[in-house]
């Protein structure tokens, strides 16, 4: 299997790591999954990263009004958002952190962690639906909550 | 953040300025309940960087507590989003 590299650059670092500034996201072509590794490049560091809007289809914050120096000139096109997920002891209680994205500037290759000021969103939202989480099958319901704090 | 501590009075209505384009007003102070409220006014560059220190650690608490994910923990996830997307006639499976 070969696994495609997409190097990035934050330039603050991530909060609790602002030494470590380069990364690269692996991505898996084939496509396995929503979730991705954010990979420090030269230290044993790595986040699992995915795509808010699998989970969050409504989910559309303010970037541009965030981090106007980093999207600035950059079509929306080029621009990823990514949230850090969170795996505790129990796999399917895992949380994602919908506070503070990660905005990737796919032209520049740069990349940070917003907080999102005044937002209301969640530090810590629950992926997957109760069904799922509880271990139950078979019920409808595959919408993940989002509650805001 | 090992820096000595400057202390300053100040009366409602006066700042203080930092650096060159950083200013901190003091706008208001209560008491609610017994504790004292300083409200603050801080007029500084758009991007730069200001928090409420305990978002800050939380953001940080929740960094770290997200970068000892392993191997393990990716496939279980990417498993129940199998589940999670599979018909729900077939999340018995």
């Known amino acids: 299997m070969t696994t495609d590299r997409v190097r990035i650059v934050f330039d603050e670092g991530i909060l609790g790591f602002e030494d470590i500034r380069e990364y690269e996201?692996?991505?898996?072509p084939e496509e396995r999954g929503p979730f991705r590794w954010l990979r420090a490049t030269s230290e044993k560091l790595a986040f699992i990263v995915v795509d808010p809007h699998l989970f969050w289809p409504d989910y559309d914050p303010d970037i541009?009004?965030?981090c106007p120096d980093l999207v600035d000139g950059?079509?929306?096109k080029e621009l990823s958002l990514y949230v850090i997920v969170t795996v505790p002891d129990n796999p399917l209680l895992a949380t994602a952190n919908l506070f503070a994205p990660l905005v990737v500037n796919g032209r520049t290759g740069k990349g940070r962690q917003v907080p999102l000021r005044g937002?209301?969103?969640p530090l810590a939202a629950h992926i997957f639906p109760e069904d799922i989480r509880e271990g139950k099958v078979g019920l409808a319901g595959a919408c993940p909550d989002a509650q805001v704090r | 953040m090992g820096w000595p501590v400057l202390v300053l009075t100040r009366r409602c209505g006066e700042s203080v300025i930092i650096a060159d384009d950083i200013k901190v007003t003091i706008i208001s102070v209560d008491t609610k309940a017994g504790?004292?409220?300083?409200?603050?006014?801080?007029?500084?560059p758009a991007d730069l960087k200001i928090y409420r220190e305990e978002i800050y650690e939380?953001?940080?608490r929740e960094n770290e507590a997200a970068s000892?994910?392993?191997l393990t923990d990716f496939a279980a996830l990417a498993r129940a989003w199998r589940q999670m997307k599979a018909p729900a006639q077939d999340r018995s499976k």
Do not use: P
């Open chain 1, 25 to 28: 996201l692996l991505v898996d």
């Open chain 1, 64 to 66: 541009a009004g965030a």
């Open chain 1, 74 to 76: 950059t079509d929306r």
């Open chain 1, 119 to 121: 937002s209301g969103f």
């Open chain 2, 35 to 44: 504790r004292a409220y300083v409200k603050l006014g801080i007029t500084a």
């Open chain 2, 58 to 60: 939380e953001i940080k």
């Open chain 2, 68 to 70: 000892g994910a392993t």
